[in-house]
């Protein structure tokens, strides 16, 4: 199994635009409730979700190995982008330690989990770019740009930027959806794991976020961690659904555990996958040469 056989095609045979990222519609409403900086117990907790956030940019160099497999010239150059912008957001990230004094603690286990590379293009833009920057996007649109208090005067020009990175995760999860219905609809056979490894991304999320709750239960806040993460999860599955990933009714727990063995057939065949480059057989083809 390699990267290169699914290589991506032509651009001509792609959609004009990208699809737009209907799933994001409808952001959780946090209510007004903020994190205030000034009380210890908030600064740490701000401090672990943008760690969080800070690794997850770190991960952003793994687009580069998509930029080694891309198939296309349009996936190439989008890559290029991407790598330029995950670039830029890590710095931003790191200026937004700086602004608060605040100093990066390590990533929690299930965010290094959940951001781990994989060489096996489908996979890689399905549970990397589609689904798990989705839930990036929820995290620094939903939670930061909420919960972070405009109070305070360092505030307003944090969330102007991240407003500009939120942006971005948008255009990132658009490409990940639209190669992911092009992946699928050359390769249908790949829903079943797919589904199946969305289940277990599912059941690993909320990991880092009792991280959070176990901190302070009655945090205005952290109170609504629950029905946050029950809005992840079900803007996830609607996700999937729409990208004809998962059946409109969620199947019972004998086809779940079906798929989500499939699913973990499939990654572990993935770890064997050898990303390869593919430019160099079709920049004639690409550039619009015949032959
Ligand atoms: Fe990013
Ligand atoms: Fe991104």
């Excluded at 608060?100 to 781990?116: E, I, N, S, T, Y």
């Excluded at 609607?238 to 973990?264: E, H, N, S, T």
């Amino acid at each position: 199994m390699h990267a290169q056989d699914d290589a991506p095609t032509p651009p001509a045979a792609a959609p004009a635009a990208a699809v737009p990222l209907s799933s994001h519609d409808a952001p959780f409403d946090f209510g007004g409730a903020v994190f205030d900086l000034s009380r210890p117990d908030d600064h740490q907790l701000v401090r672990f979700m943008l760690s969080q956030a800070l690794y997850g940019e770190a991960t952003g160099v793994y687009c580069g190995r998509s930029l080694y497999a891309a198939g296309s010239l349009e996936a190439a150059r989008f890559y290029l982008r991407q790598a330029r912008q995950e670039l830029n957001h890590l710095e931003l990230f790191a200026d937004i330690f700086r602004a608060l004094d605040m100093q990066p603690m390590k990533a929690h286990w299930a965010v290094r989990l959940l951001a781990a590379h994989n060489d096996y293009y489908p996979l890689k833009v399905m549970m990397e770019h589609a689904i798990g920057e989705g839930m990036v996007l929820d995290i620094f649109r939903d939670v930061l740009l909420q919960t972070l208090p405009d109070s305070d005067p360092r505030i307003p020009g944090i969330k102007k930027k991240l407003r500009v990175v939120c942006k971005e995760e948008e255009e990132h999860v658009a490409w990940g959806e639209r190669e992911t219905r092009r992946l699928l609809a050359e390769r249908p056979g790949l829903a079943l794991p797919f589904y199946g490894l969305i289940e277990l991304q599912l059941a690993v999320a909320p990991a880092a976020a009792r991280a959070l709750a176990g901190r302070a239960d009655d945090h205005p806040v952290l109170r609504q961690l629950p029905a946050f993460l029950a809005h992840v999860d079900a803007r996830v599955r609607r996700q999937a659904v729409a990208l004809g990933i998962a059946p409109a009714a969620r199947p019972g727990p004998a086809r779940r555990a079906l798929a989500m063995a499939a699913g973990v057939l499939l990654y572990l065949r993935s770890q064997l996958s050898r990303s390869r480059s593919q430019l160099e057989h079709i920049y004639l083809r690409e550039l619009g040469f015949p032959g």
